[in-house]
């Protein structure tokens, strides 16, 4: 692919189901993975927008997690429902969607 | 983890032996992981850089391929020998590897 304007790393990270840590993957990343591929098509904005899957990116108790470079903002507890607001505010426009940012203990 | 001043995302993307595309897995990405890895726990560089694995970032046939942000700078054909460069000239000063870079037309 060609070097998009921002790059989307969603956290597919599982662990048994008794884990302690759990996973983003226990707590429904695929789906968000998902939501956010279909959002890339729907739009057709492969040329700015990147989506890629990523091991654990840390905060495993408040996931799912997606990061987004190059601003580094880290969202947390994202499901499919935030994704098309993401994909307003944060990659067409370049604001973050606040409500949904790591607290800063975290990131 | 806390926010890094850089962010290294090592492709670990695998796929069957015979696959057309080939895979940064079968190119040796493992090695490279564990080399960044073992290199992030000599200098104890937790707080500057992360280290995360991540799916499939699109020109397969140069693997194993390295992306870090925030320059959104891609490594091809990265090999565990390369590693200690990367961190001693990008992670740790900001000058990228020019001859590790994807070629402009990949990337």
């Known amino acids: 692919m060609a070097r998009p304007e921002r790059h989307?790393?969603?956290?597919?990270q599982n662990?048994?189901?008794?884990?302690?840590?759990?996973?983003?993957?226990?707590?429904?990343?695929?789906?968000v993975l998902q939501a956010f591929w279909a959002e890339l098509q729907k739009r057709q904005a492969y040329e700015k927008?990147?989506?890629t899957y990523s091991g654990c990116m840390?905060?495993?108790?408040?996931?799912v997690?997606?990061?987004?470079y190059p601003e580094a903002v880290l969202?947390?507890?994202v499901t499919p429902e935030d994704?098309?607001?993401i994909f307003d505010s944060h990659l067409e426009k370049g604001e973050p969607v606040e409500?949904?940012?790591?607290?800063?203990?975290v990131w």
Do not use: M
Not at 20 to 30: E, I, L, M, N, V
Not at 58 to 63: L, M, V, Y
């Open 83 to 85: 994704v098309q607001e």
């Open 8 to 12: 989307v790393f969603v956290c597919t």
């Open 58 to 63: 840390g905060p495993c108790d408040q996931g």
């Open 15 to 31: 662990r048994p189901p008794q884990h302690p840590r759990g996973s983003c993957g226990a707590k429904g990343s695929t789906a």
């Open 49 to 51: 927008v990147a989506i």
């Open 65 to 68: 997690n997606v990061l987004v």
């Open 99 to 105: 409500r949904l940012r790591a607290a800063e203990a």
């Open 75 to 77: 969202y947390s507890r």
